[in-house]
């Protein structure tokens, strides 16, 4: 009664005109999303994704139940485009959902149709939630499943009755088997309940209904296991056993994110103010910071629901940065955006409460409905203005185009270890997908060696190795290949194989024995690109990780010709793609100063340990390069930076004394 004296009646439903409005958003929305739809296979994990829902497969842990079983029905009954363009439209399909639900929120909330209109086209628009409508992932479905959690909610505080409680708990469920993060939502759910409800009777009898229904919901992770049985194509972590199923979806492999890495107040406080920086590009700055005004306004008119909503943007936002303790780094923050999806969503609810709020003040009515016209046409038409093109893309071919060129670059019978989600996936979205060079043995495609590739080794060599073969494990493996397989082998980075020399062939490097001769088709001339243009990125991570491989990999055969000028300046085109890549960099400058080109080479691994002082790697690679240049000061300074970082390390420790004996003999 108080919140109805407040301004903002509770409702008793929802009633056409309500639904056809959210329905009309939702199409709008899915238009844009339609015309911006990626094409071809993109970037990061959308290759194994698109790859096990097509072959009903596991892709990496948490094995995403949920979403591969109903990719594999768009995947399937969808009659236009192809995997990877049907997959895509599914997230376009459950995108525009959300903006639907999130229209029907601010109803619930405002009561103003138009004015929760422009709240949930604020969502639509913004930058990471139209980014990821437009691809194949799984954060549309996650989104959509969030959204009817809070929807439920409220209208059981409503109304309550069983029903819409236990729609939540299998919404909640259901989110449980598509991402991890929707766990972060269920304590202020929980709370909630119990703060609306109380402790009587027929609120526990309802909680006790929405939990049975959640766990009702959780038996689709049974997909795991018994697809993981008919041994699918894509079969990440085989979780036919209660260990690797439990392995599987508390993502065990991926521990190290949440365990390494220093954790401290400063750091904590540089997140905050990197999510500041995110959220502020989500709906660009003017419309985002109007949410919270929109939060007080909602905590005043309905402090139940506000506060909610509120704890939900709290623990979203918080819990994405204290679990991954992400580093200020390109790629996890690359990574760590998508994570506050829920949290936009939340801030776009906001938006629409202030709307309705302000066009709720003038009398007149026409000028109430002008004003919500203003509003939408001027927030849809500021986050699409600011977003479109880094958000087109229906022209990315970026990553299709890297995969059908690394396998045109591979002998017949190749064995094949990428080092990257770019260079890994989109090779076995060809293979699964569209059958292409089942010659050629993806040698890792877990991110570790598969079993199959190492089960030839000696037994007493395989029982050293871990469950999930390490970084050191897969090198003994390459070795072991290069020496006894008897197969072409091809690796995305330079490794070192005792015995063997790594030989540029195209965007690979091919091993083969001292002295041998390795007869190479004519990958440059054979290679199709759709664009090669570092604009054509517009931003986009994978592309630009992806036309940085290119120009990088161009270099080193132009400097194998001896073409020093256009093979340096090809190795300066990969650093201006990838400037805040201390990997690239470190990579650039290692080759650079291989080829004895020193000045470059210290240059590029200058601005690598620039990015992270800590970079051990980059860090002797430099002292390794100013030795070579006469630099026996600066070599040592990097050589005793690098100690301090791991004291006593024996490479670095023989380098600074050969450093030193070199410095006192040319004294």
């Known amino acids: 009664m108080k919140e109805a004296q407040?301004?903002?009646?509770?409702?008793?439903?929802?009633?056409?005109?309500?639904?056809?409005?959210?329905?009309?958003?939702?199409?709008?929305?899915?238009?844009?999303?339609?015309?911006?739809?990626?094409?071809?296979?993109?970037?990061?994990?959308?290759?194994e994704l698109v790859a096990a829902a097509h072959s009903l497969g596991i892709p990496h842990p948490t094995g995403y139940p949920l979403w591969c079983i109903l990719a594999h029905v768009f995947i399937k009954l969808l009659p236009i485009g192809g995997?990877?363009?049907?997959?895509?439209?599914?997230?376009?399909?459950?995108?525009?959902?959300?903006?639907?639900?999130?229209?029907?929120?601010?109803?619930?909330?405002?009561?103003?149709?138009?004015?929760?209109?422009a709240g949930a086209l604020a969502l639509a628009f913004s930058f990471e939630f139209w980014e990821q409508s437009v691809i194949a992932e799984v954060y549309s479905l996650n989104?959509?499943?969030?959204?009817?959690?809070?929807?439920?909610?409220?209208?059981?505080?409503?109304?309550?009755?069983?029903?819409?409680?236990?729609a939540a708990g299998v919404c909640f469920g259901l989110g449980l088997c598509n991402h991890s993060i929707v766990?972060?939502?269920?304590?202020?759910?929980?709370?909630?309940?119990l703060a609306v409800g109380g402790l009587k009777r027929e609120t526990l009898r309802d909680a006790a209904r929405a939990l049975a229904a959640m766990a009702a919901a959780l038996l689709v992770h049974l997909y795991l296991p018994l697809r993981s049985m008919a041994n699918p194509p894509m079969d990440w972590g085989n979780p036919e056993t209660l260990e690797n199923f439990w392995d599987v979806v508390t993502r065990a492999q991926y521990a190290f994110i949440v365990t390494d890495g220093p954790r401290s107040i400063p750091k904590f406080l540089e997140q905050l103010r990197t999510f500041a920086g995110i959220y502020s590009n989500q709906f660009t700055p003017g419309i985002g910071w109007l949410a919270p005004v929109g939060a007080a306004i909602l905590l005043y008119k309905r402090p139940g629901a506000g506060l909610l909503l509120l704890a939900q943007f709290l623990i979203v936002t918080l819990g994405c940065i204290v679990i991954p303790n992400f580093s200020s780094d390109r790629m996890s923050i690359w990574v760590n955006t998508t994570y506050w999806i829920p949290s936009y969503l939340i801030a776009a609810i906001f938006i629409g409460?202030?709307?309705a709020a302000v066009v709720s003040l003038p009398r007149r009515r026409w000028l109430r409905r002008t004003l919500t016209m203003v509003f939408i046409l001027s927030i849809s038409g500021l986050t699409i203005a600011?977003?479109?093109?880094?958000?087109?893309?229906?022209?990315?071919?970026?990553?299709?185009d890297y995969a059908r060129n690394v396998l045109a670059t591979m002998a017949p019978g190749s064995i094949y270890f990428g080092d990257s989600d770019h260079a890994l996936f989109p090779v076995l979205y060809l293979q699964i997908v569209e059958g292409q060079r089942h010659d050629i043995t993806v040698a890792n495609p877990y991110g570790y060696p598969a079993e199959p590739l190492f089960s030839p080794m000696p037994d007493e060599v395989k029982k050293t190795f871990a469950k999930r073969p390490t970084v050191e494990d897969e090198q003994k493996i390459l070795v072991w290949l290069v020496e006894h397989s008897g197969r072409p082998i091809y690796t995305t980075t330079k490794r070192l194989v005792p015995g063997a020399r790594a030989v540029n062939a195209g965007l690979l490097y091919r091993y083969t024995g001292p002295g041998v001769a390795v007869d190479q088709p004519p990958t440059w001339?054979?290679?199709?690109?759709?664009?090669?243009?570092?604009?054509?990125?517009?931003?986009?991570?994978?592309?630009?990780?992806?036309?940085?491989d290119y120009h990088f990999a161009r270099g080193r055969s132009l400097l194998d010709a001896g073409d020093v000028t256009h093979g340096l300046e090809e190795?300066?085109?990969?650093?201006?793609?990838?400037?805040?890549?201390?990997?690239?960099?470190?990579?650039?400058?290692?080759?650079?100063?291989?080829?004895g080109h020193l000045e470059a080479a210290i240059r590029y691994l200058e601005a690598a340990c620039a990015l992270d002082p800590g970079f051990v790697l980059a860090r002797r690679n430099l002292g390794r390069a100013y030795m070579k240049a006469g630099r026996f000061q600066e070599a040592v300074g990097e050589f005793d930076a690098v100690l301090e970082i791991v004291p006593g390390d024996p490479a670095t420790l023989a380098l600074k004394k050969a450093c030193e004996l070199r410095r006192a003999g040319s004294a």
């Open 83 to 117: 995997a990877a363009w049907r997959a895509a439209f599914m997230s376009a399909f459950f995108s525009a959902a959300t903006v639907s639900v999130t229209t029907l929120i601010g109803v619930e909330l405002t009561r103003n149709r138009w004015a929760s209109v």
């Open 525 to 548: 001339s054979a290679y199709r690109w759709h664009s090669l243009d570092a604009d054509d990125t517009r931003g986009d991570w994978s592309a630009e990780l992806i036309l940085y």
């Open 571 to 595: 190795f300066d085109a990969a650093a201006r793609i990838a400037p805040r890549e201390k990997d690239c960099l470190n990579n650039l400058g290692s080759a650079a100063a291989e080829y």
């Open 143 to 166: 989104a959509f499943l969030v959204a009817l959690c809070f929807l439920f909610l409220l209208r059981w505080s409503v109304t309550r009755r069983t029903a819409p409680l236990v």
């Open 386 to 400: 600011s977003h479109y093109r880094q958000n087109d893309k229906s022209e990315y071919f970026f990553a299709d």
């Open 183 to 193: 766990a972060l939502i269920g304590p202020a759910m929980a709370v909630y309940v």
């Open 6 to 47: 407040r301004g903002l009646p509770t409702t008793g439903g929802f009633d056409l005109d309500d639904y056809t409005v959210a329905i009309l958003a939702g199409l709008a929305a899915l238009a844009l999303y339609v015309w911006t739809l990626a094409p071809a296979v993109t970037g990061e994990d959308s290759g």
């Open 353 to 355: 409460v202030l709307v």
